[in-house]
């Protein structure tokens, strides 16, 4: 299975901004283990600009332009030697991407990009791929990696995109608000009422919400890829998504697979 996995700074730093080692190392494991099954792995990995604050000793998120792309050069490189230590330890090289929407957009890049990655994915090396935060202005850049990972997987043609979230899934209702609100498991069309159930606000070193990761899963549902909202509390998660074990997380059906 080609799998794409999009993993957010909530599940890879603490709120301080500095590495969650323990979340991390867990999630560089399994993910060596589904390659080492034969599965084909991409990952998406945020967590540049919050690790930048940690690393910079900065207060909080910055808010201009240049301290964020600063912060997420800093962050980067951290986000990348973490990578690397932890993947070499079983035996898994891995290949950074960075990537405004102009890669999408223009055919060219497009197709530099593409055959680049299918040559790291025939070399069994492990895509990372973030945006490039130090030269995307608001004009070209894809914004966040929710979205990011959604023109990825469609772009490598993946079976399955995974978004490790802080949320277990999609909910009935707001469950911050609503003590009643369900998961709900199994959403076979993204409608206009999938997006009325997601609410807006992302965590504090984060950048999307629930509606950035409704708005992937309509982008790659309609390109034939499932995707999965899913709590990257426990990676070991990742077993139960690939094996199919429906329970815990939100699956999208791709259009194909109804
Ligand atoms: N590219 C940003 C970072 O690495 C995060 C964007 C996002 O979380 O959606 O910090």
Do not use: W
Not at 5 to 20: P, Q, R
Not at 118 to 123: D, G, S, V
Not at 158 to 183: T, W
Not at 207 to 222: F, N, Q, R, Y
Request: negative net charge; proline residues 2%; contains cysteine.
């Amino acid at each position: 299975m080609k799998i794409v996995i999009k993993v957010g700074t909530s599940t890879l730093a603490h709120a301080t901004g500095k590495l969650n080692i323990r979340k991390t190392a867990e999630l560089c494991r399994v993910i060596s283990d589904l390659k080492n099954a034969g599965n084909e792995v991409v990952l998406v990995s945020s967590g540049a600009i919050g690790m930048g604050v940690g690393k910079l000793g900065l207060q909080s998120k910055p808010t201009d332009i240049p301290t964020k792309q600063a912060a997420a050069a800093v962050g980067q490189c951290e986000l990348m030697y973490t990578y690397d230590r932890l993947f070499t330890e079983y035996n898994h090289t891995v290949a950074q991407i960075l990537l405004t929407g102009d890669d999408f957009s223009a055919e060219d890049r497009h197709e530099n990009f593409t055959n680049t990655i299918t040559r790291l994915l025939e070399l069994n090396a492990l895509p990372i791929i973030n945006e490039n935060d130090t030269v995307a202005t608001q004009e070209i850049k894809v914004g966040d990696n929710d979205t990011l990972s959604a023109l990825v997987a469609v772009s490598v043609q993946a079976d399955l995109l995974v978004i490790l979230s802080d949320v277990d899934g999609l909910y009935s209702a707001d469950p911050h608000k609503n003590a009643d609100a369900k998961l709900i498991e199994s959403v076979y069309a993204v409608t206009d009422e999938t997006f009325e159930k997601a609410g807006g606000a992302g965590s504090a070193l984060g950048t999307g919400g629930m509606k950035t990761k409704i708005k992937a899963a309509k982008i790659c549902t309609e390109s034939g890829c499932d995707v999965v909202i899913a709590n990257g509390e426990n990676p070991e998660i990742l077993y139960d998504i690939v094996n199919g074990n429906q329970t815990g997380y939100t699956r999208f059906f791709a259009k194909k697979s109804l």
